[in-house]
Structures are given as structure tokens and as C-alpha cells.
């Protein structure tokens, strides 16, 4: 009896218990296993083809083959089943091999297995698909047009969605390349909604964004979907239209709200566009249909809770408190609510409870901080030894800790003895450098400021808190003004919108007698974040240029961001002391 070497190899998969999949290029490394349906028709015959007999030595190889695939050895079962391709030309040990490279990112594979597939099924439309991908991604442009053009011709409207993959992830002339393919396939299928979905994904990566727009709503307006609308409002998020995107967004949850993909993105974009309440409504149509999607709860939970609607997000948390990939989030969490309702023992319990990251860190600082307010000094430093104990992977964040914990307690002199003795066993470590150097200065240790900022960008050039810090360090202290000006323009290149160094910039302009120029910095910094620093430097500058009114206005806001300004204290007492 004859038969095909793909439906043995699937016979043993399903005898071994592996899980089924459909026969699409697979995006996991466990969708590697076939589901038998999608390779017997039962609508219609089974094309006519002499495969290869098999016989035992052939067996035992599909065997081998298949198991490799079971234990997660996949190039072992993609050369057996490549090797068996050349041999036989069977269109089943083809097929397997093709989709496997094209997983394994083995395009030059995928291509050869492909074109055998082909000669034995010149009519299937799925081998010019894989062979037409991996053809693009071994720049053999060629080839690729001409398997596209088969497929097209054989199935004018078959998806080809993933041909390629992630069209970020082409070179320029790959990416180019894929372009005039697809214009060249809307000609040929006009009709096609993913072909125009794809051109707009290319147009997007060769940064055509006005092409790209065009080409997606031809894709809506064929077959509206979800992911050509998501898409879409990716597009209008890339041109600065926010606003248009959030519209995009509700008219596809009109359609689709159970589409996961869109529910996550439109939460997400609510979030960064500072209006979270608009997703909470698409959450809760999602969750109620799935709740047993804790992934999606998760994210309804945060979204909950950054609306600040506490009885809302905390049944949410309580869920997820059995969703084994969600405890810690669910108890570190439910301890923040308890803490703000002022149950600090509940929140202690839920802190407790968290024992991995993300959240063990954080938790951790808030089991700390909550015994430091409450007087017991003792047992905090004992539970940051503890934490040590059990997690020394982590022994560089403890030490941080401990050195935050003393500070608090006002040990500073301890708190920088913990860092150098960190540093003993962690040499070079640029987060204990940062965190002695910023604590040196408090103490009025300015060497060794100096040195660790100089030791971090001395390993990093580009470090832009390291920059930051030292170029104001000379600023501040009126010296090396060209150097502070190098590091501080040279951090400013690099983070431009980041408030701290435009104050840093503001207060080098001043210290160079600019105070014109130093002031639009600083006012730029102080209208992100009224902070007290920001408020002693511009308070500063706008007294000196005779606004004193205007000065006391600022340094009023900086108080109330910290009452106890030292540096808001010393420079309103110089100022009108003088």
C-alpha cells in the first residue's frame, strides 16, 4: 500500500498525543504538529500522485523525524524531513519541510523544500505561497514574482497574510521588492483585502504613509476586519492623530468587541492619551464574554485602577488571585488598594504574598517603607537581609534598597558605607556608581561624585543620566563650564523632552551669564513638572532679570511639591538677604 509520507508522519504525531494545528505557516514552534483533517479533503478526492512506497528504513526515519519534533528538536525534523524530500520528491515530506524552515527562519530551506513541493503539485496554491516568502527573504526577486504571480492566477483572493513577515524585519531592497510585488498582485487580484492590507504594511515600513492609508481603507471597504482597522489606527497614531485613531478604534469595537487584539490596543491608546475611562467600556463588554482570559482582566484591572475606580478594579484583582500567571500582579496590587484604604496590615499580608518580578522589588520597597512609617527599623533592615537570602540573583537591588532604607532613616554615612561595599563585590556596577554618586553629593563628597559619574560614562559614553549628572555637577558648581556644556547639549540630543535636563541646560545658560535664553529652558522644564529644583533654578533666574513677583510665585508652586525644600530654602534666603 502506498502512501503519502506527510500522513504517516501525522499518524505518528496524533499516536504520541501531540497537539493539532492547522495547516498555515505556523507562528509557534508548537504549532509545528498537523492536524490529520486539514490533510484529507473529504469534499473532495485526493489528487492522483504516485507517492514513494515506503519502506522500513523510510519508516523509521518519519518516526525520527516526528519525534524530534515532539521533544521541541526541530532542525533535527526539518533536515529528516528535507532529506526525505530530495530523495523521494514525496509532496508530504516536502510540505513539512517547507513550513518547518519557514518557521525555523530558514528561508534557503523553505525555498528548495517549496519548489519540490511544487513539481509534484504544480496545482496547490500553498507551496507558491511559502516558496514566493522565502524567495524575498534570499533576495532571489525573480523567483518571488513568478511564484506570486502562480498564486495569484491559481487563488486570486487567497490571504497572504505573514508571507513574509514582519515587514520591519526586510532590508531595504527586500522591502522595496515586496512593494512592487504587491502593486504588481492588486492588479492581478483587486479584490484581495489582505493583499491591500500587506501593501499597506510594506508602505508603512518604507515610511509611504499617505500610500499606506490608502491602501488599508481599500482593505476596510473590501472586508472589514479587525486587523485592518487596528492598522488603521496604528496609521493615524504614526501622523500625531490621536484623536482619529480613538474613532477608528470605537467603530471596530462596534463590529467586532470580542476581538482581543483591538481591546488591548484601544485600552492602550486611552491609557497614553491620558483618558483611560474611554476603554473601560469595551473591557467590560470582553470580559464578561471571557473572563476566563486572565491576560485581558489583568489589563481591565490597571485600567480600572488608574481611573481610580477602587470597587471596580479590586473584585478584578481578587480574580485573578487563582490565575497562576497573575498572582503576584493580583497581590501587589490588591496591597496598593489596601494601603490606600489604610489597611496597612492587609497590605502587608498582600505584599508578602508576591514572590517573583516584576513585583518582588516593588513590593519588597513597600513592605520596607510601611515598617520604616511605623517605627520598626529593625525588622525592616532584617526583612531586606531576608529578601537578600532568598533571592541573591537580585543582590545589586537589595543593596539599593538598604542604602534607600537608611537614607530614609537618616543614616547617610551608613547608606554610602552599603554602596562602596557593593561596589567592593559588584565592581563597575553603574547602578550602585549612580546611586553612591547622587548620595555622595549629599554629603558633600564631591570626588567621589565626580569619579563614579566619570566611571559610568568612561563604560558608557552615552549614559544620559550620567551626562546629565555630572555636566550639571560642574555647572552648579560654576567649573569646566565647556565640559557641562558638551554633556549636558550631548544629553539633551539624546533626550530632548526630558524636564531634569532641560533644567540642567537652563541652569548652565545662567551660570554662562545667558539669562534670557536660560529662562526658556527652565520655564519649559517647570511647565512639565513643578518640581521644588526646577522652582529654586527659575525662581532664581526670574529674580535676577527683576521679576521678583513673578519668582515668588514659582518658588510658592515648588513648596508645594516639597514644603521642606532645602535648596528652595537656601535660595530664597540668599536671594533676599541680598
Not at 85 to 99: K, L, N, V
Not at 195 to 202: H, I, N, P, Q, T
Not at 288 to 296: I, K, M, R, W
Request: proline share 4%; net charge negative; aromatic share 8%.
Amino acid at each position: 500500500m502506498h502512501r503519502s509520507l506527510l500522513a504517516l508522519g501525522i499518524s505518528y504525531a496524533i499516536l504520541a498525543g501531540c497537539s493539532s494545528q492547522p495547516s498555515s505557516v505556523a507562528d509557534t514552534p508548537e504549532q509545528l504538529v498537523e492536524d490529520e483533517t486539514q490533510t484529507q479533503n473529504v469534499a473532495e478526492p485526493e489528487p492522483q500522485i504516485n507517492f514513494t512506497p515506503l519502506d522500513g528504513r523510510t519508516v523509521f526515519r518519519i518516526l525520527v523525524a516526528e519525534m524530534a519534533l515532539d521533544r521541541q528538536e526541530y532542525y533535527l525534523g526539518m533536515n529528516e524531513y528535507l532529506n526525505l524530500a530530495r530523495e523521494t520528491q514525496d509532496p508530504g515530506a516536502a510540505q513539512r519541510a517547507a513550513e518547518i524552515a519557514t518557521l525555523l527562519r530558514q528561508p534557503q530551506h523553505a525555498l528548495e523544500a517549496s519548489e519540490i513541493w511544487i513539481s509534484a503539485l504544480p496545482e496547490e496554491a500553498r507551496p507558491y505561497l511559502i516558496a514566493t516568502g522565502a524567495a524575498i527573504r534570499v533576495s532571489d526577486f525573480n523567483k518571488a514574482e513568478a511564484f506570486f504571480n502562480q498564486l495569484l492566477l491559481l487563488e486570486p483572493n487567497t490571504s497572504i497574510d505573514g508571507m513574509v513577515g514582519q515587514a520591519g524585519s526586510l532590508d531595504g531592497p527586500q522591502k522595496q521588492a515586496v512593494f512592487n510585488l504587491y502593486s504588481l498582485g492588486v492588479e492581478l487580484a483587486p479584490n484581495n483585502e489582505t493583499l491591500w492590507l500587506e501593501k499597506a504594511r510594506v508602505e508603512r515600513a518604507l515610511q509611504m504613509f499617505e500610500a499606506a492609508s490608502g491602501s488599508v481603507d481599500e482593505s476596510i471597504k473590501l472586508a472589514p476586519g479587525a486587523q485592518n482597522y487596528l492598522f488603521k489606527a496604528q496609521l493615524e497614531l504614526d501622523n500625531g492623530e490621536e484623536s482619529k485613531a480613538q474613532k477608528t478604534l470605537f467603530k471596530a469595537l462596534e463590529t467586532f468587541p470580542y476581538e482581543r487584539d483591538l481591546v488591548i490596543f484601544n485600552a492602550r491608546v486611552s491609557s497614553s492619551l491620558q483618558k483611560p475611562e474611554a476603554s473601560l467600556e469595551s473591557l467590560n463588554t470582553y470580559y464578561e464574554s471571557f473572563p476566563e482570559d486572565h491576560g485581558v482582566t489583568a489589563l481591565y484591572a490597571r485600567i480600572a485602577l488608574e481611573t481610580e475606580d477602587i470597587e471596580l478594579a479590586e473584585p478584578l484583582f481578587m480574580d485573578l488571585l487563582s490565575a497562576s500567571n497573575h498572582i503576584d500582579e493580583a497581590n501587589y496590587f490588591l496591597a496598593i488598594i489596601a494601603q490606600d484604604k489604610g489597611n496597612d496590615d492587609q497590605a502587608l499580608a498582600y505584599f508578602s504574598n508576591v514572590s517573583k518580578q516584576p513585583y518582588l522589588v516593588p513590593a519588597a520597597l513597600e513592605r520596607v517603607r510601611t515598617m520604616v512609617r511605623s517605627g520598626d527599623e529593625e525588622f525592616a533592615l532584617q526583612l531586606i537581609d531576608d529578601y537578600m537570602n532568598a533571592h541573591p540573583e537580585l543582590n545589586v537591588r537589595w543593596l539599593n534598597l538598604e542604602a534607600d532604607t537608611l537614607i530614609m532613616l537618616e543614616k547617610r554615612e551608613q547608606a554610602f558605607t552599603v554602596l562602596s561595599e557593593g561596589l567592593i563585590l559588584n565592581p563597575g556596577n553603574e547602578t550602585l556608581l549612580y546611586s553612591r554618586a547622587l548620595l555622595a553629593e549629599t554629603l558633600g563628597k564631591t570626588e567621589v561624585l565626580i569619579e563614579d559619574l566619570s566611571e559610568i560614562l568612561a563604560q558608557d559614553p552615552d549614559n544620559v543620566r550620567a551626562l546629565n549628572a555630572l555636566g550639571y555637577t560642574y555647572a552648579d558648581k560654576d567649573i569646566k563650564l565647556d565640559e557641562a556644556a558638551r554633556m549636558i547639549n550631548k544629553a539633551h540630543e539624546l533626550n530632548p523632552n526630558d524636564p531634569a535636563i532641560m533644567d540642567s541646560k537652563g541652569w548652565l545658560l545662567y551660570r554662562q551669564g545667558q539669562l534670557e535664553a536660560a529662562l526658556e529652558y527652565l520655564q519649559k522644564a517647570f511647565d512639565i513638572t513643578t518640581n521644588h529644583e526646577i522652582a529654586a533654578h527659575l525662581g532664581e533666574v526670574l529674580w535676577m532679570l527683576g521679576r521678583t513677583e513673578d519668582a515668588q510665585n514659582v518658588w510658592d508652586q515648588g513648596l508645594i511639591d516639597n514644603p521642606d525644600s532645602p535648596i528652595l530654602d537656601e535660595t530664597m534666603k540668599r536671594l533676599k538677604t541680598d
